[in-house]
């Protein structure tokens, strides 16, 4: 299983709203990772998890809030969005820290 | 800071021509270095990647990259380009006491024509 699964894949959501995303891996991958990615641009690291302690938080704001329960989950729990948060929202994987990350699909969020 | 550029940022060209993409990195230590792809619709996907030795790497799909140390680059080559080789590519690099983070460049938007 080399895949890293993201749900749900689309996601729209009132700001008042709470939601939250969902990414698996079966690789015994001890990094994992949520990404946000607007249009025609990179990704931008929002948060890591190192052998499931966050170790990196890029002063994401605070409705926005990972969660690692165990080594193959990924949360990112969503409070009073607003419409400037509407991207791609990826999850990625990594043995390591410092190897090759393994992306998902996305999950492809709109705020209204 | 480690930044990285990727100098075009659309690149058009004809089935079968070649195909150089430009990298380069501004960090004066040991890097890792990757090349991911991401073809319309789907999830960005490695390419290739560099972490030691032989500074020539080969990748999926016929892709190529030369690490070139004195010149901070990590060029991808293709000799051969298809239609479906049609997607933005993305050079990204991580090092050690930036926690690995990676670093992205901007990206190329590759368009193939038929």
């Known amino acids: 299983d080399t895949e890293v699964t993201q749900t749900p894949k689309h996601l729209v959501m009132g700001m008042t709203n709470k939601k939250s995303l969902k990414c698996e891996q079966h690789m015994g991958h001890r990094a994992m990772y949520w990404y946000k990615q607007k249009a025609k641009k990179p990704p931008e690291l929002m948060f890591v998890y190192s052998y499931e302690k966050l170790s990196i938080n890029e002063s994401v704001p605070s409705r926005f809030s990972p969660e690692c329960p165990n080594s193959s989950l990924l949360n990112l729990h969503l409070h009073a969005l607003q419409p400037e948060d509407s991207a791609l929202y990826l999850c990625?994987?990594?043995?390591?820290?410092?190897?090759?990350?393994?992306f998902g699909q996305g999950t492809r969020l709109t705020v209204v | 800071a480690q930044s990285v550029s990727q100098h075009n940022h659309h690149v058009i060209l004809s089935e079968a021509a070649s195909l150089e993409l430009g990298c380069n990195y501004s960090?004066?230590?040991?890097?890792?270095l990757f090349w991911y792809v991401q073809y319309p619709g789907q999830h960005l996907q490695l390419l290739l990647k560099?972490?030691?030795?032989d500074p020539l790497v080969k990748g999926i799909k016929g892709f190529e990259a030369e690490f070139i140390k004195s010149k901070f680059s990590f060029n991808l080559r293709k000799p051969s380009v298809q239609w479906s080789d049609t997607a933005e590519y993305f050079c990204a690099v991580n090092a050690w006491d930036s926690n690995y983070q990676l670093i992205w460049g901007a990206g190329t938007k590759l368009i193939i024509k038929p």
């Open positions: 990625a994987s990594s043995l390591q820290p410092n190897t090759e990350a393994f």
């Open positions: 960090y004066g230590g040991t890097v890792n």
């Open positions: 560099y972490f030691s030795g």
